[in-house]
């Protein structure tokens, strides 16, 4: 009868005690384990975050005024064909350059922005140069595209003298009234904010 | 009495306790795989000859059993670029992502039947990010990775269902059967998880059951972007970046295996100066040297494996006899006399397969151009006109530069 008892009220509140700690320590180092781990990885997002955009400024810093072929032969959707001295002539444009050989996530993120441009600045003061194979891949990609203002074609060798074009990256730049390229921003997929403090300081400064 | 209470309270929460610990593994476990480094005997060796630039395949001497499906084209159905073809029971899926943002469905003639685009789809799909082929019940899986979704259509286009995924996002998907998707680089809202693995495997509806290969540092310059996923009938198969071994996912045990190993010419290729420790830029420089790389696309026809083999900008296809073990492959030649007849002219090395047969793929706004210029310096030089095949005179005859591909589908003659 003591013998019971004495389970009764020491042995199994004791067992149960046992339990309950055990879970709860199981609990704890398994959520400790997961938040080191999430502490680690995002430390390793962050400064990777920070590794791409300090080589983006460095790479960008360096770009200025990069001479175009002034006689290179772009066609509109149309199939109409201008040099591209002519699309440069006196208007200040922003151009978003992009080619079917460039991540086309890439180049697809982009958009948004270039349609924010063109609906603040307006149309003529927007446009897309860009590369594709061929007449026919350029123009169904207009025509189902997200961006309707203006787009010209241009073979990709072109275009081959500027440094900037072997990143294979789409990027925008500015002409203003000349056959530079000026301006020059390389955006990131995966920093949006950048695009966006982009877009907010052209329109600012237009 | 009291005794009694106390030793079931205990029992239970012995049970519970254990259960707790245990449930969690079970559910996501890790499949298993086969040691790393070891070569079973199973595995098929592909050995790429040293001589591999030298080599040629001509194309209408190792093509058999051709026919051509000529892609209909309308204004509502033009393809900008193929970036996938499903073969399924009675037609073809076709997947532009990019230019025209549609998947097309074309049925056994190429006949125009329906598609599914991001403008005007009358659905909110907001992003075309894979399609995979479920040949149980012939439905069409569109995982949409921004709108978070499964699509699921019938294979003429109808839409059927739409599976919401939840706080999961993947690259690409492969239908394995019995119900279950394979799904490449996961990617979850929280950190670690799935998120450290390659592979994982599940429902419809992304309710994770398995994973497979510890995912290695995120290189984050598209190089861990991979695209050697591939569906072969009923097998599927998969390759991480920089590896030899090919992997088969048998869908019966739920094991993978390494299926194939491709053995380059001694260090000749990237992947054999890879190392773990190896950095992006080291990478680049070995991808833009004089090294062959192999990018895991895979495709299997009647006993013949075909692979594609990059080395700098040159890409060469390689055709494998798993019957005698040879090799065909190398630059694509056509040596074919005046009075011979062609039965393939064109030819590109395949992008698919149905059950027994490759498809490759015609561009008819690259090939009007070619024939073009080279009619005209056919009659400068007064050389014959060409015999051809009656149905590839009939498809060539009527190309035009704005149609869409043609579909070639073939056999390989055994070599």
Redesign the interface.
Known sequence: MKK?NL??KIL?PA??IF??A??YF?VYIRSKK?GD??LS??T?SLS?KNE?LTSQVLLQSRICSLPLKRNAIVEDTNGVKYHLSELFDTTKVIVYRIS?LY???C??SQLPYLKTLSDRLGKKHVMLLAS?E????FK??M???EFDARAYNIQQQDLSNIPIEALNVPYFFEANGTVNADYVFIPAK?IPDLSKAYCDEVIRSF | M??GK??S??SA??I??VF??TTNELDKKAIELFPKGESPDYTTVLKIPADLDTLSFDYNQMLTDIRYVKLETKNNC????INKILATRNGFVVAD??????IFFFDKTGRFINKV???GSGRSIKSLKDIAYNYDNNTVYIYDNIGSAIYCYDENGTYLNRYPVKNIYFRRIAYLGDSLLLFYHPSLK????L?NYELCIGDVSGNIKYKAFERK??S?D?FDYNFSITTEGSDVYYSRRFSKYIYKIAKDSLAIFPGIRLDFPENKSVIDKVTESTTLPELKLLLSADNYNFDGEILSVNNVLYTGIYKKSMNMGVFYSEKNGRIAGGHLVSRLSINDTANAEYYSYPIASSNNEFISVM?P??IVKSEQNFERSRKAMHIPVPHRERQLDAIMSTMR??DNPVLVLYKIKPF
């Open positions: 019971t389970l009764n199994f067992l149960l339990f309950l055990s879970v199981i997961s781990h999430a990885l995002g390793i990777a791409l079917d991540c086309m996530e180049v697809k594709f061929t007449f026919k891949e169904i990609f025509q189902t595209g995966e | 009291k005794l106390w030793k309270i205990a929460l012995f519970l306790c707790s610990c033009l393809i900008g670029n992502y990019y230019i025209s943002n549609s685009a991001l403008k929280e950190r670690g998880g998120n540092q995120e984050g598209g561009n706004d690259v530069v704005d």
